[in-house]
C-alpha cells in the first residue's frame, strides 16, 4: 500500500549524552524514503542550537563543509525570515539559541531521500517548531543535503555546545 509507514527504529534520550544517533547500525536500507519523527529534544545548556550530521556507510558522522541548507522561519510574534547557506559544516535542526528545561524544545518531522544511493547526494526536508518560554517559532519549509554522493545511514542531532538533555527520535520506512 503506498504512503505506509513502518517502524525502523525509535532511539530515546535517557541521560544526558553528546548525541543522538538515529539509524548506524540499526539502518535499514530497503526504503527509498523515511520519515523521522523528532520529539522534545532539549539541551543541558542555554544558548544552543542543535545541528543535524548525516551519518556515513560506517556510522560515522560527516563532518566538513559539504552541507547545504535553506530554511524560512516564521516567528510567532515577529516577521518571517529566510535563510540557507552552500558548503556549510552541518545542517541546522534549530537556528536559534534554546534554553533549558521543559520550556524549551525542538520538535520535527522529516523526510530523508536517496540515503541508500551511493550515486546520488543525500538531503531531507523538514517542518520544525521550536518551544521557547516566551513565544512559540515555526521554522518551516526546511531542507538540506550532502553535496557529494554517497550512502548514508541515518543522521546524528547533536547541540552547538554541551550535551542534549532530554528527547527521542523515531524512524519510519515509508512504502
Do not use: C
Not at 542550537?49 to 563543509?65: E, K, R, W
Not at 530523508?112 to 521554522?139: G, I, K
Amino acid at each position: 500500500m503506498a504512503g505506509k509507514l513502518i517502524h525502523i527504529l525509535t532511539a530515546e534520550i535517557s541521560s544526558a549524552t553528546a548525541y543522538l544517533d538515529v539509524g548506524g547500525i540499526n539502518w535499514d536500507s530497503s526504503y527509498d524514503t523515511y520519515m523521522l519523527v523528532v520529539n522534545g529534544i532539549t539541551n543541558q545548556s542555554n544558548d544552543n542550537s542543535n545541528h543535524i550530521f548525516l551519518l556515513d556507510s560506517s556510522n560515522n558522522a560527516i563532518t566538513g563543509s559539504d552541507y547545504k541548507f535553506v530554511n524560512k522561519i516564521f516567528f510567532g510574534q515577529t516577521a518571517t525570515s529566510y535563510g540557507g547557506a552552500n558548503g556549510f559544516g552541518y545542517i541546522p535542526l534549530n537556528n536559534n539559541r534554546m534554553g533549558t528545561g521543559d520550556t524549551y524544545s525542538t520538535n520535527a518531522i522529516m523526510y530523508l531521500y536517496s540515503f541508500n544511493n551511493a550515486s546520488e547526494p543525500s538531503y531531507l526536508t523538514y517542518e520544525q517548531v521550536n518551544r521557547r518560554l516566551t513565544n512559540t517559532e515555526l521554522q518551516g519549509l526546511q531542507g538540506g543535503g550532502f553535496l557529494i554522493p554517497g550512502q548514508h545511514k541515518g543522521v546524528r542531532i547533536l547541540a552547538s555546545s554541551g550535551n542534549l538533555a532530554s528527547g527521542k527520535a523515531t524512524l519510519f520506512g515509508v512504502l
